[in-house]
């Protein structure tokens, strides 16, 4: 069974409790006591993932999000019991498996000089502006083309990306990425495959430029569970 030090992890709430665990059959959950009310904080969230990370280094794990929580511990076991079958298909399919979550974002005005150099319409149109001889829509249809201009070589780039890295993957689920982001994709990477994987991502980031890339991982298998 699992040991985990009471010292180094913790669970949730102004008083974090230790953690223990709750078994049935070959199945175990870590859990520990948490506030009624529970309106989880960051040290929270930071401090559940620490707990996940250092599970995989034991085995595999199905994680929950933060801030699942059951009434007692015999719910936990029901649970476990009455989903045996599932949850065992599901530690099948991600044995040996971790999350590696990956998210690209490009400089915007670096990215608008490449769309200026390279399209003849956008360095027309963006001259007349500067000029103050272009048409009153000149503006408006610069900013269409250049918005036009990015989704099509952001695209174009995504794909390349997740194409580049699919053959050391078991499974991809890709996000609609926020902000800056124009990409948010986790891979299910086999220990098999992590060498390889990590290797052919590192070459890619090499050919983009720093802060093009940003790898979280290995983490549990998150979006795979």
């Known amino acids: 069974m699992l040991v985990l030090s009471a ?3 913790s669970g949730v709430g102004p008083s974090p ?42 085995g595999t794990v199905l994680p929950l999000r933060s801030g699942c929580t059951a009434p007692d511990d015999e719910a936990v076991r029901s649970a476990l019991e009455a989903r045996a079958d599932e949850f065992a298909d599901l530690l099948g399919r991600l044995e040996g498996c971790v999350e590696y979550n990956l998210k690209a974002s490009q400089d915007e005005e670096m990215l608008l000089r ?77 220990e098999e495959q992590d060498e390889l994987f990590l290797a052919t991502e590192l070459s890619l980031a090499h050919q983009m430029g720093e802060g093009f890339f940003r790898l979280d991982g290995p983490l549990p298998p998150y979006s795979f569970s």
Do not use: H
């Not at 520990?32 to 250092?54: C, M, N, T, W």
């Open 7 to 9: 010292g180094q992890f």
């Open 17 to 58: 409790a230790r953690l223990r665990t709750v078994s049935a059959g070959p199945l175990c959950a870590v859990v520990s006591d948490a506030p009624g009310e529970l309106p989880l904080e960051q040290r929270d969230i930071d401090a559940d993932q620490e707990v996940q990370k250092r599970l995989i280094t034991d």
């Open 114 to 190: 490449e769309i200026l150099s390279q399209s003849e319409a956008a360095r027309r149109l963006d001259g007349q502006v500067r000029e103050g001889t272009a048409d009153p829509d000149a503006a408006p249809r610069l900013g269409e083309l250049v918005t036009v201009e990015t989704r099509a070589r952001q695209e174009a780039l995504a794909s390349g990306v997740i194409e580049a890295l699919r053959p050391f993957a078991r499974e991809i689920s890709s996000v609609q990425p926020d902000g800056t982001d124009f990409l948010n994709v986790s891979f299910l990477v086999g």
